[in-house]
C-alpha cells in the first residue's frame, strides 16, 4: 500500500537534546513538507521540499533542521535551539509542489520536552 | 493575505442529525483551491475533498455534501445522519495560484471539533 509513514509515534526528549523525527513515504511524490500542530491550531508548515537535496524554510523554521538526500525521505530534526518543541509534528507529500496538488499527510509523531 | 476562517470551535450533536461545518475564506487571487480534511483522534489528516475557484458545482460523496459559493467566500461541508464515527477535528484549507509559482501556501483555518453522541 502506498501512504507516508512517521516514526516514532511518540517521542520524548529531555531539554537540550536534538532529536529526529522521520518521515519516508513511497507514494513517488516530488514535493514533501513538515508541519507542527498545537492544540486549538491549524496546521503550520516548518520546512517544504520541492526536489530531492532542496528544501524551503516555511513560516516557523527556526530551531529546526532538515535534509532532502533520497525522494523517499524527509527528516525533521528538533535541535535544542527550539524553545518549545512540545507538539505534534506531521509530515506530508504532494505529488508535486503545485497550488492544485493535494497534500496527503502521515500518522504524525507527539514530541513531548521534559 | 490568504486567511481561512472556522468559526464554530466545536460542535455537538447526536447521531443521525444533519450538521453543516463552515468555513469562510478571504483570497485576492481569482485562481485558488480549497480543501477539506478530518484529524479523527489517531491524529493523522485525511484528504476529503478539493475544490477549484472555477468550478462551483456542490459535490456530495455519501452522507458528505459540500456547497462552495464564491458570493460568499464559502466553502461549507455537510454531514448527513451523522455517525459517532464522524467525530473528529475538520479542518478547511485554501491554496492561491499565480502567488509566486511554487512558494505558493497552503493556509488552514483552526478545525471544528465535531463531536457526534449516541
Known amino acids: 500500500d502506498g501512504g507516508i509513514t512517521q516514526s516514532p509515534k511518540y517521542l520524548f526528549r529531555k531539554e537540550g537534546q536534538n532529536v529526529t523525527l522521520s518521515c519516508e513515504q513511497n507514494l513517488n511524490h516530488d514535493a514533501m513538507y513538515w508541519y507542527r500542530q498545537d492544540p486549538g491550531q491549524g496546521l503550520r508548515l516548518i520546512y517544504y521540499s520541492q526536489i530531492v537535496n532542496d528544501f524551503q524554510k516555511g513560516d516557523i523554521a527556526e530551531g529546526y533542521s532538515v535534509s532532502r538526500e533520497k525522494k523517499e525521505s524527509f527528516p525533521l530534526t528538533v535541535t535544542s535551539a527550539q524553545k518549545n518543541p512540545t507538539a505534534f509534528y506531521l509530515c506530508a507529500s504532494s505529488i508535486f509542489r503545485q497550488p492544485q496538488d493535494t497534500q496527503y499527510f502521515g500518522p504524525g509523531t507527539r514530541l513531548t520536552v521534559l | ?118
Open chain 2, 1 to 118: 493575505a490568504q486567511k481561512v476562517t472556522q468559526a464554530q470551535t466545536e460542535i455537538s450533536v447526536v447521531e443521525k442529525e444533519d450538521v453543516t461545518l463552515d468555513c469562510v475564506y478571504e483570497t485576492r487571487d481569482t485562481t485558488y483551491y480549497l480543501f477539506w480534511y478530518k484529524q479523527p483522534p489517531s491524529g493523522e489528516l485525511v484528504f476529503l475533498i478539493r475544490r477549484n475557484s472555477f468550478d462551483e458545482q456542490n459535490e456530495i460523496s455519501g452522507r458528505y455534501s459540500w456547497n462552495f459559493q464564491k458570493s460568499t467566500s464559502s466553502f461549507n461541508f455537510t454531514i448527513t445522519a451523522s455517525q459517532v464515527v464522524d467525530s473528529a477535528v475538520y479542518f478547511c484549507a485554501l491554496s492561491e495560484a499565480y502567488s509566486g509559482g511554487s512558494n505558493y501556501k497552503l493556509t488552514f483555518g483552526k478545525g471544528t471539533l465535531l463531536t457526534v453522541n449516541p
